[in-house]
Structures are given as structure tokens and as C-alpha cells.
């Protein structure tokens, strides 16, 4: 068995928004700062390092998890989708047009955790209403919006995808 001593290190390879990346991490480093400090992705955010606020929510293979209670070496070898990946080429995907069109943004610090909470509920929820659009962002802290612009934003974005869909 191998001994995990205070300094060890481990390599931790994953699949980064569609591309291979690898860094290290001692056994205890927790995804999100594996995710910004090893790996550049700094569109995670981390504000409460208890799982609370929901700013750093990333997808592990395709599930949104909280990467500040996800150690990176659970990621090894496993797909880790971020905020950074739901803008291919640079251009704004559709959640991220209607956050924009709706003022669902302020100071920015909770969007990335919502978009990517948002994002991967919208996918198995085709016809979301109010009442549980506001019961998912219920695990989100946003102190600038009112969540107002949000759950419109939410609610444009699942009427226009299933109108793509018929």
C-alpha cells in the first residue's frame, strides 16, 4: 500500500470541457481550487467552501456537483464540464445570451454555479415553470439579482429549446 505523506502529490487527469488536462493535486485539494489553481479554469468560483452558495458548482460527468466538497482526485479520469465550456469559440450560448437580455447578472460571482446548475436541469426539464425554476436556484446564494431575471431568463431558454425540438 502506498503511503500518503503530507506532501505527496498525485496526478489527476480528466477531460476539461471537451479537452484532455492533467495537473497535480495533493490528496485533500478540492476540485475547485484544482480547477482554478492547477488547471486555469477560473470561472469556477469558490465563496462559501461549504457547499452552500453553490458558486462553484461544476458537471462531473454530466451531474452538476459542488467542486468546493469534491476532491480533485475523485475527478481523475472523468469528464469535468465548467462555465468556460458552455461558450464554445468564445461565443455565448443561449442560457448565457438570455442571462444577458434579462439582467440576470450583477456582480457576476454566483453566475458561473447557476449557469451550470440551470444548464444541466434544463436538459431533463423541458417544461419548467416558476415555482421550479425558483425551487433549483433555492440552492444558489445571489445577493445582487432578486432572482427575477433569472428564472426569466431560465423560463425563455426551455420554451425556445423546445421549439427547436418540435
Not at 452538476?64 to 464540464?81: H, I, K, M, N
Not at 447557476?114 to 433549483?136: H, K, N, Q
Amino acid at each position: 500500500m502506498k503511503q500518503i505523506g503530507r506532501d505527496s502529490r498525485e496526478r489527476v487527469g480528466l477531460t476539461l470541457n471537451g479537452r484532455e488536462a492533467t495537473g497535480w493535486a495533493e490528496p485533500r485539494m478540492l476540485l475547485s481550487d484544482f480547477l482554478r489553481h492547477e488547471l486555469g479554469a477560473t470561472g469556477t468560483h469558490v465563496g462559501c467552501e461549504h457547499g452552500v452558495c453553490g458558486a462553484c458548482t461544476v458537471r462531473l460527468d454530466g451531474a452538476p456537483v459542488r467542486s468546493c466538497l469534491t476532491l480533485a482526485v475523485q475527478a481523475d479520469g472523468r469528464r469535468v464540464d465548467t462555465v468556460e465550456g458552455l461558450a464554445p469559440a468564445g461565443a455565448l450560448n443561449d442560457l448565457q445570451k438570455a442571462f444577458r437580455r434579462h439582467h440576470a447578472l450583477q456582480c457576476g460571482f454566483c453566475t458561473a454555479g447557476i449557469l451550470m446548475s440551470l444548464d444541466a436541469w434544463l436538459e431533463g426539464r423541458p417544461t419548467p415553470d416558476e415555482t421550479e425554476v425558483r425551487a433549483l436556484l433555492s440552492g444558489h446564494l445571489c445577493r445582487c439579482t432578486g432572482y427575477s431575471g433569472i428564472v426569466a431568463a431560465a423560463l425563455e431558454v426551455a420554451e425556445a429549446r423546445r421549439s427547436e425540438d418540435d
